[in-house]
T-cell receptor, first 117, second 110 residues
Framework: GAVVSQHPSRVICKSGTSVKIECRSLDFQATTMFWYRQFPKKSLMLMATSNEGSKATYEQGVEKDKFLINHASLTLSTLTVTSAHPEDSSFYIC?????????????FGPGTRLLVL | TQLLEQSPQFLSIQEGENLTVYCNSSSVFSSLQWYRQEPGEGPVLLVTVVTGGEVKKLKRLTFQFGDARKDSSLHITAAQPGDTGLYLCAGASGTYKYIFGTGTRLKVLA
C-alpha cells in the first residue's frame, strides 16, 4: 500500500499564532512531497514542492516566510503557517511521491482543516 | 502560468444518465490525471493518461487524452448516486509537478 497521513485533521487557532501540520508517508519513502491549499468548493492550488534534505520550492505568489516547509526525513514533511490570520483558514492537503514507482504517481493525505479565529 | 479549465463547473443529473466532463488547456502535458474528491477528504486517483489519443476505461468511466496532449475528457455512463463528488483533472509537464484543474462538481440524484 501507499498510505499518507496528516496531523492534525482539524485545528482551530487564534489569530497571530503559528500552526504546524505534519504529512507522513506511513509505509513508503517519499523524496518529494507536495503541499496544496483548497478553498471551499474550489480546486487544489499547489503551494510548494518539498524535497527531502533541501529547501522547498514555492509556487508564484506563495509567501515562503508565511508558509514554512521542512522535509527532514524520507517520511515526514511539515508545513508551518506562521502568524496565522483568518484568511489563512483553508483545507491543506499534502501528497507524496513514492520511490520506485512511475514518476507521475502521487498519494494524497486526508487533509487538514485550519480555522483561524 | 499553466491553466486547466474544466467544464461544466457544476452538473446535477438523474441516476442513469450519461455525462461528459472536459478538461482543457493551451499547454501541452506529459501526463494527465483524473481524481475524485469527497467533502473533507483528499483526492483519490482514478486514472493517469500519458499518450496522446489514449483511451482508458474504468468500469463505467471512460477517459480520453487529446491527440495534442492539451485536453482530456471523462465520460460516465449510467451515472449512479455513488458517482457524486468533485472531479479534478491534473496535468504535469516534465517536472512531475501537477497543476489541478478548476474542478467539476457532480451530483447524481436517485
Amino acid at each position: 500500500g501507499a498510505v499518507v497521513s496528516q496531523h492534525p485533521s482539524r485545528v482551530i487557532c487564534k489569530s497571530g499564532t503559528s500552526v504546524k501540520i505534519e504529512c507522513r508517508s506511513l509505509d513508503f519513502q517519499a523524496t518529494t512531497m507536495f503541499w496544496y491549499r483548497q478553498f471551499p468548493k474550489k480546486s487544489l492550488m499547489l503551494m510548494a514542492t518539498s524535497n527531502e534534505g533541501s529547501k522547498a520550492t514555492y509556487e508564484q505568489g506563495v509567501e515562503k516566510d508565511k508558509f514554512l516547509i521542512n522535509h527532514a526525513s524520507l517520511t515526514l514533511s511539515t508545513l508551518t503557517v506562521t502568524s496565522a490570520h483568518p484568511e489563512d483558514s483553508s483545507f491543506y492537503i499534502c501528497s507524496a511521491k513514492k520511490l520506485g514507482v512511475p514518476q507521475e504517481t502521487q498519494y494524497f493525505g486526508p487533509g487538514t482543516r485550519l480555522l483561524v479565529l | 502560468t499553466q491553466l486547466l479549465e474544466q467544464s461544466p463547473q457544476f452538473l446535477s443529473i438523474q441516476e442513469g444518465e450519461n455525462l461528459t466532463v472536459y478538461c482543457n488547456s493551451s499547454s501541452v502535458f506529459s501526463s494527465l490525471q483524473w481524481y475524485r474528491q469527497e467533502p473533507g477528504e483528499g483526492p483519490v486517483l482514478l486514472v493517469t493518461v500519458v499518450t496522446g489519443g489514449e483511451v482508458k476505461k474504468l468500469k463505467r468511466l471512460t477517459f480520453q487524452f487529446g491527440d495534442a496532449r492539451k485536453d482530456s475528457s471523462l465520460h460516465i455512463t449510467a451515472a449512479q448516486p455513488g458517482d457524486t463528488g468533485l472531479y479534478l483533472c491534473a496535468g504535469a509537464s516534465g517536472t512531475y509537478k501537477y497543476i489541478f484543474g478548476t474542478g467539476t462538481r457532480l451530483k447524481v440524484l436517485a
